[in-house]
């Protein structure tokens, strides 16, 4: 019973254009979300990430928007670079409970074309 | 400071025999996870070390695994005997005591055959 979804496993962009991945969630206990960044053989990064008070959050080309009413957020990648090119995981957490546990989905691939 | 360091990288065990994987978090940090991802699913929580202490052992799939954080320092992770579906990527993560700085390792990729 995934609580967390990423229901693309794969995006392919053109260099320069906008990336967006997409992620739903199920638990409306979830207060805290967040974007990591994934290459292969290496550990997940932290990318950005976004509070249930907030519906955006803007890092330099990285932004994520949420939709609590939709349980939806997304990551828009502007303009996208090869260097972007990785998966990208969505995590949930109840930032209230204290345990700091996080929920992830299954990742989508990003290929960014040059 | 020096990131989350896991040992082994790799490891290919047969079914039935034992291994064990170690961690070593960021100095300092109280907190200490353990994550695992299957080929192609969701990367999932295992359990939660605060110091020496399971907080939270939730995500441990059996009791084959037995995770153990003596003098809360580096972490270990045993598995006995492992089973083929326990082919994985092994994730370790460390934070702070308010859960800041939460940074993963390179994991153990762990292929049972």
């Known amino acids: 019973d995934q609580q967390v979804k990423q229901n693309s496993p794969s995006l392919s962009v053109q260099e320069g254009r906008i990336s967006i991945l997409n992620c739903d969630y199920t638990n409306s206990m979830f207060d805290y979300f967040l974007w990591y960044k994934k290459y292969p053989a290496e550990g997940p990064t932290f990318l950005i990430s976004i509070s249930s008070i907030k519906d955006k959050n803007e890092d330099g080309r990285f932004t994520v928007f949420l939709n609590k009413s939709a349980k939806h957020l997304s990551l828009h990648i502007v303009p996208s670079q090869p260097g972007d090119s990785a998966v990208y995981f969505c995590?949930?957490?109840?930032?209230?409970?204290?345990?700091?546990?996080?929920?992830f989905g299954t990742g989508t691939r990003l290929k960014v074309l040059a | 400071e020096a990131g989350v360091t896991q040992f082994p990288s790799h490891s290919v065990i047969e079914k039935g025999q034992t291994v064990t994987l170690r961690c070593d978090p960021i100095s300092g940090h109280d907190n200490l996870y353990w994550y695992r991802r299957v080929m192609g699913k969701e990367i999932k929580f295992l359990l939660h070390f605060v110091k020496e202490s399971k907080q939270d052992e939730s995500g441990m799939p059996n009791n084959r695994f037995l995770a153990e954080r003596t003098g809360g320092t580096y972490s270990t992770l045993k598995v006995q005997p492992a089973e083929l579906e326990d082919s994985g990527v092994y994730f370790c993560a460390s934070s702070r005591e308010d859960g800041t700085g939460y940074t993963f390792g390179s994991g153990t990729r762990l292929t049972v055959v």
């Open positions: 995590a949930a957490n109840r930032d209230t409970s204290g345990t700091y546990k996080y929920i």
